[in-house]
């Protein structure tokens, strides 16, 4: 087994086996559900270039003149609309991705490995992490964000965290990173086994929708590559689930501010439907590997609401994959894919 081993300095010796390690990162939450905690969570968020792209002087401005006095009440009653006894959703929910990862790394794996779990904004955070696992011997590390689709203001975001916590270490780790994995067989794979799963459990409603998070438009025509990577996702699973074009559709969620996002809207979207005619609707949110705010209230409880009250019957929110089965095993296919080459993943 590779072992890092130095001597030559008064007896300096470092013999610890070295290890592999996957640091899993999601979005983050706050650690309560009141204002007090959201604000500095909001700050966080708010304040990363990566997601607002504007002039900082200004942005800064809005933030703390405006947002941060208004919005943390507002989040706050959404967060305890969903919010557990054990705490977020978000958070419970990695967690539990993350040990059942471990667990199966460790099986299929001859070498030594560790999974991590980071968020990018809140605690606990990417360079506490990052510096743990080197203290714990990690010497090789692959970073897996847990957004299935590449945008700046996410993925984007996670790398600029990875690169400055590796500023401040002696030693860096060999570094690699899962980009996306929006068109990974696995994964489509496992989002169609968890729908169809559902049907079977619950009936089939007259439309699925698909609601991805949104961005600003001008994030897309600047570059960003997520409007393409929804799409390929949303056509690979409509293929893998036998659907007509008609039968599945695809929106986007959570814009904020007065620009145009990415369109269709999911809430002008359910509403449409329900003018239409359409009595029932399942909604799957293919950007979310677990459930959190935006699944929870945001669609199974605001979205629903608003279907109900344009004429629907009912709108059903099919669960993120969250630790199921079908995505640890898509996960840890697509980490030993990554980690092709290290010691701790080929050697016999």
Not at 185 to 203: K, V
Not at 237 to 256: A, I, K, T
Not at 294 to 312: H, K, P, S, V, Y
Request: proline letters at 7%.
């Amino acid at each position: 087994m590779p072992r890092s081993h130095y001597t030559g300095l008064a007896g300096l010796s470092d013999d610890r086996p070295v290890k592999a390690g996957v640091l899993l990162v999601n979005l983050g939450t706050p650690e309560a559900a009141t204002p007090r905690a959201v604000r500095p969570y909001l700050a966080e968020f708010l304040g990363d270039p990566r997601v607002i792209e504007y002039p900082r002087w200004l942005w800064w401005l809005i933030l703390h003149g405006v947002i941060l006095r208004i919005r943390p009440r507002r989040s706050a009653h959404a967060y305890q609309r969903v919010w557990t006894p054990q705490g977020s959703p978000l958070r419970v929910g990695s967690e539990a991705l993350a040990a059942a990862l471990q667990e199966e790394l460790a099986r299929r794996m001859p070498g030594p490995v560790q999974v991590a779990l980071a968020m990018r904004y809140g605690q606990p955070s990417v360079k506490s992490q990052i510096e743990r696992l080197q203290r714990e011997g990690v010497r090789r590390l692959l970073v897996l964000p847990l957004y299935p689709q590449y945008s700046a203001t996410s993925t984007g975001s996670v790398l600029d965290a990875v690169a400055d916590s590796l500023k401040t270490l002696r030693w860096p780790p060999e570094l690699r990173v899962v980009n996306d994995y929006h068109d990974d067989p696995g994964h489509i794979d496992a989002l169609a086994r968890s729908i169809e799963n559902w049907w079977q459990a619950n009936g089939r409603g007259e439309r699925l929708l698909l609601s991805f998070h949104g961005i600003p438009e001008r994030y897309v025509r600047a570059g960003d590559p997520y409007l393409l990577q929804c799409g390929a996702t949303a056509r690979l699973l409509r293929e893998r689930l036998g659907l007509q074009p008609s039968e599945l559709l695809v929106s986007f969620q959570s814009r904020v501010g007065r620009e145009p996002w990415l369109q269709p809207y999911t809430d002008a979207t359910v509403r449409e439907l329900a003018a239409q005619g359409i009595k029932r609707i399942d909604v799957a949110c293919p950007g979310f590997a677990v459930d959190c705010l935006e699944t929870l209230e945001e669609i199974a409880m605001q979205n629903r609401e608003f279907f109900i009250e344009a004429g629907g019957q009912d709108l059903r929110y099919i669960p993120a994959l969250n630790d199921s089965r079908g995505q640890v095993d898509s996960l840890a296919g697509l980490a030993l894919r990554h980690m092709q080459g290290w010691p701790e993943r080929d050697e016999a």
